[in-house]
């Protein structure tokens, strides 16, 4: 059985590492910031482009840290016979795929060709999907109603509902009782 896998916020601490950069550039945070799974709109257009300019550099995907529990996490999903594929939006930087596909290996094992890189999520197949953005997992059981979708909760997401809203891996662990 295929579990789909995507890469920010559930396996590599994107808005971490990108927040760190917003406060530092641009001091106190916007109060807005959690109202949105989309958190650069809590910012001006300006400040989106000094964001950008930063994650696209070469070395910021590298430097992303592991999510807590993740590493044990997808070790579990194996454990269970589960084959890992990480369905991952690529940033739009020359080096980003590069640096997310050798960073998803040398943290998790995950190897190129167990990693696709695409905004339509929906249209990867497998038997399981975990995202935390609320539209993909939505247009995913959508076109896969067979196939159980989880939201990954996260503090951008959690106004949006989901029956299969799973707030950590002892969670997800409860919904597939592995």
């Not at 084959?83 to 980003?96: A, D, I, L, R, Y």
């Not at 993909?136 to 159980?148: I, Q, T």
């Not at 990954?152 to 509902?161: A, H, I, L, Q, V």
Request: net charge negative; proline share 4%.
């Amino acid at each position: 059985m295929i579990f789909l896998i995507d890469c920010d916020e559930v396996l590599a601490d994107f808005s971490g590492a990108v927040l760190a950069v917003a406060e530092s550039e641009f001091g106190k945070l916007p109060d807005t910031l959690y109202d949105d799974w989309d958190f650069f709109k809590a910012f001006t257009p300006g400040q989106n482009e000094v964001l950008s300019t930063v994650i696209e550099q070469p070395g910021f995907c590298a430097s992303l840290a592991p999510c807590e529990g993740a590493r044990r996490g997808v070790g579990a999903l194996r454990g269970k016979g589960l084959e890992v594929v990480c369905v991952t939006t690529p940033w739009h930087s020359s080096t980003w795929a590069y640096e997310r596909q050798n960073w998803l290996q040398e943290h998790f094992g995950i190897s190129r060709s167990h990693t696709v890189f695409t905004e339509a999520k929906h249209l990867v197949q497998g038997d399981y999907l975990l995202d935390d953005r609320p539209s993909h997992v939505a247009k995913w059981s959508e076109h896969n109603p067979n196939s159980p979708a989880f939201l990954w909760g996260t503090r951008f997401n959690t106004r949006d509902t989901c029956l299969r809203r799973v707030e950590g891996w002892t969670m997800l662990k409860e919904w597939l009782l592995y």
